[in-house]
């Protein structure tokens, strides 16, 4: 992929797009969502939702099927109205309960899941779809842009059932680039492709991103992609955002159960304050930072597949009741004596098989501890440190 786009025309898409020092400057967010709520068939399927987006950076929202992610993007894009909140785009009012802009107004790009290609036109015309508002010479100038930067020059006058899936990926996101947004949504754009290919072409839409200076906001249920891909991410569930953040204030500094269940394939397994800032675990002794329970209160404490160690001579003994095997790791599914269960990642060539007992140790840096039965709006946790 070229490092650089062709100057073709004055209205290229490096001549609208902000320099990183501009950027840097700027502290008004390009989008800005505020108590979002929206209704499908009376039902609310997303309520309360707050972010900001800054100009140039790369979001993303991430959560199950169901958890409203789709809808937000849609009501970003203006194809779902608000019954609720306001959307803000470059410091207007996009929508509201009231109100709302319409689609093309926005100045948007959208990548659909299905990326709703038009059959009978070539790529060429289907990247040129939506330029008609700029003088001929501009448009076929920006279109010949975009498709070098795509790298379709040769597919230019092929239709899209003669492009592999891959390839209409590219145009679909060629298509959406053409008009120069200062915004891309991409709901789910890479879902069905092959994973190879699916990490070449985040990896290479990212670098793209970035080099122009265009914000994205990325729809995923696939938490590698989004953490691969985004700067902040929203991680959501029935219809809110649970976190905000960065993947590693997600991965290390969950603020709710729900996150800490949903990134990083942790576990919740049950402590008791023991005084004096500790905490007992099946474990072993953890000593709280800052706020910790007070002594017989019961809290859930969030060990990762990294914090333990194959260890025969450890202080632990476990079972092991499944194994997933990821080529250079296994993940292994471990009981504990108090029959709780916790992941592992182990090197693969140790072969552990399911319903033996293994030792193990602990190497806890980064645990996150809960009361016991908070709900998925609380925001307390308790940063855990070993004894």
Partial sequence: MPEAWPALCRTSLRDVRPTAEAITRVSQPLLQLEDVRCAIDGHEVVRGVWFALAPGELGALLGPSG????????????????????????????????????????????????????PHLTVADNVGFGLHRLDRVSRAARREEAIERLRLEDLSQRYPHELSG????????????????DLLLLDEPLSSLDAKLRVELRESLRTLLRSLGIAALLVTHDQDEAFAFADRIGVMSGGRIEQWASPFELYHRPATPFVADFVGEGRLITGTGAGNGL???????LRANGHAPVRDAKVSVLIRPDDLVHDERGAFRVRVVNAAFRG???????????????????????ELAPGSEIGVST???????????????????FPLARE
Avoid: W
């Avoid at 929508?95 to 948007?108: I, K, V």
């Avoid at 905490?279 to 002794?285: E, N, S, V």
């Fill in 67 to 118: 958890c409203g992610k789709t809808t937000c993007l849609r009501a970003i894009a203006g194809f779902q109205p608000l019954t609720g909140g306001s959307i803000t785009l470059r410091g207007a009012r996009a929508s509201d309960a009231r109100t709302q802009a319409p689609p093309e107004s926005r100045g948007l790009g959208f990548v659909f899941q299905d990326l709703a290609l038009y």
């Fill in 166 to 181: 891959g390839q209409q990926q590219r145009v679909a996101l060629a298509r959406a680039l053409a008009p120069a947004p």
């Fill in 363 to 381: 190497d806890i840096e980064h645990v996150v501890v809960f009361p016991k039965g908070q709900g998925p709006e609380e925001r307390n946790r």
């Fill in 279 to 285: 905490i007992a675990t099946a474990l072993g002794t």
């Fill in 328 to 350: 250079a790791e296994t993940l292994y599914t471990l009981m504990l004596a108090d029959g709780e269960e916790v992941c592992a990642l182990f090197p693969s060539h140790l």
